[in-house]
């Protein structure tokens, strides 16, 4: 059975920092590509960063772009989200998901809530 389970959200100041981890369990890690997701109240879910299997192929969403880092440790089968320079509009549930395909997500977490107050 496939389990991704995020942790370190929480609720921080504007201009402060998070990073969120995501261990997943019962599948081969580094066979998969790994992503970043968010959703904000009364907002679809967006895109946020994702990593290849190798680690080097880094992907952004703009809103994010130089304030977020992803990474992982294939040895610790968890992928990372370093998150900088928050800002309120970052408030979100974070998701972590896990695919075989670049940008095909089959497995997903259940969510870690990030909170940034002003």
């Known amino acids: 059975?496939?389990?991704?389970?995020?942790?370190?959200?929480?609720?921080?100041?504007?201009?402060?920092?998070?990073?969120l981890s995501c261990?997943?369990?019962g599948l081969t890690f580094s066979s998969y590509a790994l992503g970043w997701f968010r959703?904000?109240?009364g907002k679809e879910r967006e895109f946020v960063s994702r990593i290849n299997w190798s680690g080097i192929g880094?992907?952004?969403?703009?809103?994010?772009?130089?304030?977020?880092?992803?990474?992982r440790d294939n040895a610790k089968n968890t992928v990372y989200l370093q998150m900088n320079s928050l800002k309120p509009e970052d408030t979100a549930v974070y998701y972590?998901?896990?695919?075989?395909v670049l940008d095909s997500y089959d497995y997903w977490g259940q969510g870690t809530q990030v909170t940034v107050s002003s």
């Open 58 to 71: 880094l992907y952004y969403a703009g809103s994010v772009n130089g304030r977020f880092a992803i990474s």
């Open 39 to 41: 959703q904000a109240p």
């Open 1 to 19: 059975q496939v389990q991704l389970v995020e942790s370190g959200g929480g609720l921080v100041q504007a201009g402060g920092s998070l990073r």
């Open 23 to 25: 261990v997943a369990s």
């Open 96 to 100: 972590c998901a896990a695919g075989k």
